[in-house]
């Protein structure tokens, strides 16, 4: 299994370009996540998925859209590039169990630098 | 008002010594969640222990414990035996309420950077 992989890896846009980042999960998971990683900060939620076909905004979603079409892929869009946009992109996946163990299980991350 | 707190920004510790590392979390939910990861400089981010609120032991994987007090809203993650490899940075996580009617979202802390002194 390879977990949760993403694509790219690293991007460099300039201000205003659009694009487009994919997650894809093998674990079945029903559960997932984007976050950015700005330097000195822990993550910052930006959209999650509760399943295939839902989104819901999280504690950053303003300049990004995301969309769930299928279970096992998550993608986190940006239409309009800006600068603050600059960040480590994350995706998580979690199988939701209501136990409450579930454990959100990252990718390896895509750097995205925006001129 | 910040949700999980990690007060110390940078940490050394002596090869094969224990250390520990404080996070405090603020939430109204009784159910609620909390996790650490490890983030080397690599990049990648690695589940490392997980405490649910209503767990009346601490939790331990291997060489890390998590001492959560409850009435303090803290839980600090332990290392014993440090190793080389443990140099990273480690984050305190919090998920408030149950998963299927909040979606599991996590609150992350600042991080604490952790140096290990050979």
């Known amino acids: 299994n390879a977990g949760v992989t993403q694509t790219p890896k690293f991007r460099v846009l300039k201000t205003g370009q659009s694009m487009t980042l994919l997650c894809a999960q093998d674990m079945n998971h029903e559960y997932m996540y984007w976050y950015r990683q700005d330097p000195g900060m822990g993550l910052r939620l930006i959209h999650y998925?509760?399943?295939?076909?839902?989104?819901a905004k999280g504690e950053v979603p303003d300049g990004y859209n995301v969309s769930r079409l299928k279970k096992q892929n998550f993608l986190l869009g940006l239409e309009s590039a800006a600068p603050s946009q600059t960040s480590v992109y994350f995706c998580?996946?979690?199988?939701?169990?209501?136990?409450?163990?579930?454990?959100?299980?990252f990718g390896p991350g895509t750097r995205l630098t925006v001129l | 008002a910040q949700k999980i707190t990690q007060t110390q920004p940078g940490m050394f510790v002596q090869e094969k010594e224990a250390v520990t590392l404080d996070c405090t979390y603020d939430?109204?939910?009784?159910?609620?969640?909390l996790f650490w990861y490890k983030q080397p400089s690599s990049g990648e981010m690695i589940f490392l222990i997980y405490q649910g609120s209503y767990d009346e032991q601490n939790a331990t994987e291997g060489r890390y414990s998590l001492n959560f007090q409850k009435a303090r809203k803290s839980a600090n993650l332990v290392i014993s035996a440090s190793q080389l490899g443990d140099s990273a940075m480690y984050f305190c996580?919090?998920?408030?309420?149950?998963?299927?009617?909040?979606?599991?979202?996590?609150?992350f802390g600042q991080g604490t950077e952790l140096s290990v002194k050979p």
């Open positions: 996580a919090m998920r408030e309420g149950m998963i299927y009617n909040q979606g599991g979202k996590l609150i």
């Open positions: 939430t109204s939910d009784q159910s609620y969640g």
């Open positions: 998580a996946s979690s199988s939701g169990t209501s136990d409450g163990t579930d454990t959100q299980y």
């Open positions: 998925s509760v399943g295939e076909g839902t989104t």
